[in-house]
Nanobody, 123 residues
Framework: QVQLVESGGGSVQAGGSLRLSCAASGYIAGTNSMGWFRQAPGKERERVAIIYTTSGGTYYDDSVKGRFTISQDNAKNTVYLQMTSLKPEDTAMYYC????????????????WGQGTQVIVSS
């Protein structure tokens, strides 16, 4: 089992920045990837960024590429999402996830989830 706890959400004006943190505990050595998803009201949950824990390789959704950066601190068992140049359309509940995998029907999901942290971007 892996437990994930997010922090760092909040309200910010468009153009601003936030850094989300995800502290992981439990059987972390067994995870192959960690990432962030988000879900806006009335929309499906979507993957934002993923980091492969062994290689450090990263991938971003086109909507955040160049603005968001995912990183990991292995000593602290923590994954971060640095968000810059925030837009109102980035407003959503952000979820940390571990062991991401693609769905057969399309999109991605994960084996482990955090409880979410709210990000609100005002114009």
């Amino acid at each position: 089992q892996v437990q994930l706890v997010e922090s760092g959400g909040g309200s910010v004006q468009a153009g601003g920045s936030l850094r989300l943190s995800c502290a992981a505990s439990g059987y972390i050595a067994g995870t192959n990837s960690m990432g962030w998803f988000r879900q806006a009201p009335g929309k499906e949950r979507e993957r934002v960024a993923i980091i492969y824990t062994t290689s450090g390789g990263t991938y971003y959704d086109d909507s955040v590429k160049g603005r968001f950066t995912i990183s990991q601190d292995n000593a602290k068992n923590t994954v971060y999402l640095q968000m810059t140049s925030l837009k109102p359309e980035d407003t959503a509940m952000y979820y940390c996830a571990a062991d991401l995998f693609p769905r057969r029907a399309g999109g991605w999901t994960a084996k482990y989830w955090g409880q979410g942290t709210q990000v609100i971007v005002s114009s």
